[in-house]
């Protein structure tokens, strides 16, 4: 199957906010900043939890996948928007446009699937503790991160390469700052049924699965949490899952209006805004989340700031 489609322009152009020029200059500063804060909150993520021996546990093995993913995720469209809002061109090229998607969704996928990961860690750990360490050793905890990367590659490239071959009869026009499969199936001509049933099919699996085994896992906890008799236990048990429920509701919360609610009650504008959070504020955010609530992770940052200053 090529995924070259032949009725393709050399560019497309994102139309972004056309209708609101106004909020251009403000969505510029605001990814300006956000950006690389995404990026040190993530790289500090991955470097405290390599490098302090404390944090080497399931639980930080898979944020660590999170901060990477994040960072691969958000990179792949904010030098884009940054370069688009900033100049008069808003154009991206067609090599563009198929890596951005293929980027984009093999990340959002695969961060679905380590949610529900992370959920099944924090299970096993607050209603299955003295067999923690059996469950979630070094082997499993790779086997489940290998399967996961692997069904959201397959599972994007798949969706990603049918959605390029829909002829877009000399349409170069994107209403979106983005190249996403809904706008692309969206912009297509022809029959698209068979694309927007396979769409449908995928979010069940990577959305829709994911987050019930989500909701499962947590409503186990809250059943085992609640039998606790110490206030100081119950205390605990929330504060480590606390953090995984916020990144659960910033992620899933607009992916789910995006990708799960029916097109026609979809406005205009709504996809251009639920992207720019789930893809921007939700990888910026993450850091800090698990920072601030984290007294293991606030240390060990602590430690890694204190050995830099040493250095210097």
């Known amino acids: 199957m090529t995924i070259v489609n032949e009725s393709h322009h050399e560019e497309f152009i994102l139309l972004g906010f056309a209708d609101l020029h106004w909020l251009e200059l403000p969505l510029f500063v605001i990814l300006l900043i956000t950006y690389p804060l995404a990026l040190i909150g993530n790289i500090a993520i991955i470097l405290v939890s390599k490098l ?16 990477f993913l994040d960072m691969c995720y958000t990179t792949s469209i904010v030098p884009q928007m940054l370069f688009n809002l900033g100049s008069s061109t808003k154009t991206i090229s067609y090599i563009g446009c198929i890596i951005q998607l293929y980027i984009f969704h093999i990340m959002g996928g695969t961060e679905c699937l380590l949610l529900a990961i992370m959920s099944l860690d924090r299970y096993v750990a607050i209603c299955r503790p003295l067999h923690y360490t059996l469950i979630m050793n070094q082997h499993t905890c790779i086997l489940l991160v290998s399967i996961m990367w692997m069904t959201g590659v397959i599972f994007a490239f798949s969706e990603a390469t049918l959605t390029l071959q829909l002829p877009l009869c000399g349409v170069n026009k994107l209403d979106h700052l983005l190249c996403e499969i809904p706008v692309l199936i969206k912009t297509a ?14 979010c069940i699996f990577i959305l829709a699965v994911p987050l019930c085994l989500i909701l499962a896992s947590y409503a186990s906890i809250g059943h085992a949490v609640f039998k606790i008799k110490s206030s100081e236990g119950r205390k605990k048990a929330f504060g480590t899952c606390s953090s995984h429920l916020i990144v659960v509701s910033l992620f899933y919360g607009p992916a789910i209006s995006m990708y799960l609610q029916p097109s026609s009650s979809i406005t205009r504008d709504q996809p251009k805004f639920m992207a720019l959070f789930y893809a921007v504020m939700t990888p910026t955010l993450n850091p ?8 293991d992770v606030k240390g060990a940052l602590g ?7 040493k250095c210097k």
């Open 189 to 202: 001509c022809g029959e698209k049924e068979a694309n927007e049933l396979a769409l449908s099919v995928v």
């Open 288 to 295: 800090f989340i698990y920072t601030l609530r984290n007294k």
């Open 52 to 67: 302090d021996p404390h944090l080497h546990s399931p639980m930080y093995f898979f944020l660590t996948n999170l901060s």
């Open 303 to 309: 430690n890694l700031v204190r050995n830099i200053c």
